[in-house]
Nanobody, 123 residues
Framework: QVQLVESGGGLVQAGDSLRLSCAASGRTFSSDCMGWFRQAPGKEREFVIAISRSFTTVYSSSVKGRFTISRDNTKNTVYLQMNNLKPEDTAVYYC?????????????????WGQGTQVTVSS
């Protein structure tokens, strides 16, 4: 498994931007697909965005045009850039790693998870 540590969460206002980081260790980072999921209070964990080892990205329709994902294999870090944040983006955001070749939107494909970081967007 991979050890994942997220950072960058916080309290922002609607329309603001925020960048989350996830530092990975314990496995060859460049070989993994990396994803971000989120879970709001009282809701199930949902897929946000993912990036494959070949830098292909997939994303939820709810974040299209606002969120982007990137990875720096030299730093073993994946980033989630969130722009034009909305109150409905409020959630705990989790970084996840998968050995799969393709970027996946299914939590079942991910075998390692971070502890999560809280993002709160006020209206």
């Amino acid at each position: 498994q991979v050890q994942l540590v997220e950072s960058g969460g916080g309290l922002v206002q609607a329309g603001d931007s925020l960048r989350l980081s996830c530092a990975a260790s314990g496995r060859t980072f460049s070989s993994d697909c990396m994803g971000w999921f989120r879970q709001a209070p009282g809701k199930e964990r949902e897929f946000v965005i993912a990036i494959s080892r070949s830098f292909t990205t997939v994303y939820s329709s709810s974040v299209k045009g606002r969120f982007t994902i990137s990875r720096d294999n030299t730093k073993n870090t994946v980033y989630l850039q969130m722009n034009n944040l909305k109150p409905e983006d409020t959630a705990v955001y989790y970084c996840a790693a998968s050995r799969g070749q393709f970027a996946s939107n299914s939590y079942r494909d991910y075998d390692s998870w971070g502890q999560g970081t809280q993002v709160t967007v006020s209206s």
